[in-house]
């Protein structure tokens, strides 16, 4: 079942916030090939993972020029379009909360409930996370929310 390292082939907790560490703009390594290439890219760009020019930063403040309260809006979206798990509420709480940045579990209700489900996985659906990246992954889901 296990595609690679960091990945569960059902939409379980390791899947979804692999997914939203993507749309929040950061590296995610739910497939070691395209985690190598996009590390080996940022590392040649001396880019951050989010695209922005920058030194490298392994402190609070670095994380936080990446992870505003835009980029916790898109990681709302994204949950609800994919159908994640429940726990990436409690994650995306305590990593905005670390930040600084302000969100609250009714952001999650406000943002989220217009959202349309796009994805059928494992647990509760027919396919499998396999099959997900084939039909093009979180970038397909992304441009039909847009």
């Not at 920058?54 to 990446?66: F, I, L």
């Not at 309260?69 to 509420?89: D, E």
């Amino acid at each position: 079942m296990i595609r690679s390292r960091g990945h569960c082939n059902t939409m379980g907790t390791a899947s979804t916030m692999a997914l939203l560490a993507e749309a929040l703009g950061t590296i995610a390594a739910r497939d070691r090939r395209r985690c190598r290439r996009r590390t080996a890219g940022c590392w040649r760009r001396r880019t951050r993972p989010g695209g922005w020019p920058s030194r490298w930063s392994r402190t609070t403040a670095g994380r936080a020029q990446v992870l505003t309260a835009g980029s916790f809006r898109n990681a709302i979206v994204a949950l609800a379009a994919i159908g994640g798990s429940t726990n990436a509420v409690v994650h995306l709480l305590a990593i905005a909360g670390r930040l600084g940045v302000p969100l609250t579990i009714d952001d999650f209700d406000r943002i989220g409930s217009g959202v349309p489900l796009l994805v059928d996985l494992q647990p509760a659906g027919r396919y499998l996370m396999e099959d997900f990246h084939r039909a093009g992954g979180l970038l397909a889901v992304l441009r039909e929310v847009a």
